[in-house]
């Protein structure tokens, strides 16, 4: 059995991840923003899954969230930086604060837990996981801030393979389009009319929840250091 800390909890891939690790046994710390939300799932995945109401991009709501998930759970084994966003625009009319609002979410808020909990995993050989994207690899109109991010995200999960490779696991997880509410945060109508029918074809979110199950559950020694996931035919 796995302790796991996963933010972005609230929906999405974060909630059917913690529905697919605690259906396998394992214990879930959910962080989200929505206290309604993460109640509800409380209540639906029941005495394995705790939470924390907070924000990544707040350094207290961070020491929050690793200091509460270590009291429900004893200790934590596996981070699961899943919290994340896109705001897609283009350069020229982009807004500064929304650039803004993707680096301090997708980074600094990775950033922010790794920092907390390093320590502990590297003591108990525990389990990072990033939530990358095929945007980690690739740049795209429209979206060149985000795929900034993304490309930072696989650079950090490569840092700490470099250093840790022998202390911790290391995975990113890069899934092309899946049908969440993460496009929704994009405000520019013209490409959400574009956007949203690719994203509602895209998949499901237990597809992503199932790789990091599998990621998690592999056999003592073996490190996957990397899945990119796409929608199929």
Known sequence: MKNVIITGGSSGIGAATAQLLIEKGHRVHLMGRNQAKLSELKNQLGERCSFTV?????????????????NAMGC?????????????????EA?????????????????NMIHLTLSELIERKGHVINLGSVASHHVFANSGIYCATKHAVLAISESLK?????H?????????A?????????KN????????????????????????????????????????????V
């Open 168 to 176: 911790i696991r290391i995975t990113t997880i890069c899934p092309g």
């Open 178 to 186: 899946v049908n969440t509410p993460f496009i929704h945060a994009t």
């Open 76 to 92: 934590v084994d596996v981070l699961i930086n899943n919290a994340g966003l896109g705001i897609f625009d283009p350069l020229k």
């Open 54 to 70: 907070g924000d990544v991009r707040n350094t207290e709501d961070c020491a929050a969230t690793y200091s509460e998930a270590k």
């Open 162 to 166: 470099v250093e840790h490779s022998k």
């Open 95 to 111: 807004k500064l604060e929304d650039w803004h609002e993707m680096v301090d979410t997708n980074i600094k808020g990775i950033l």
């Open 189 to 232: 109508e013209d490409l959400l009319k574009e956007y949203v029918p690719n994203f509602e074809k895209g998949l499901d979110p237990l597809n992503i929840a199932a790789q990091m199950v599998h990621v998690i559950e592999a056999p003592e020694g073996v490190n996957i250091s990397e899945i990119i996931i796409r929608p199929g």
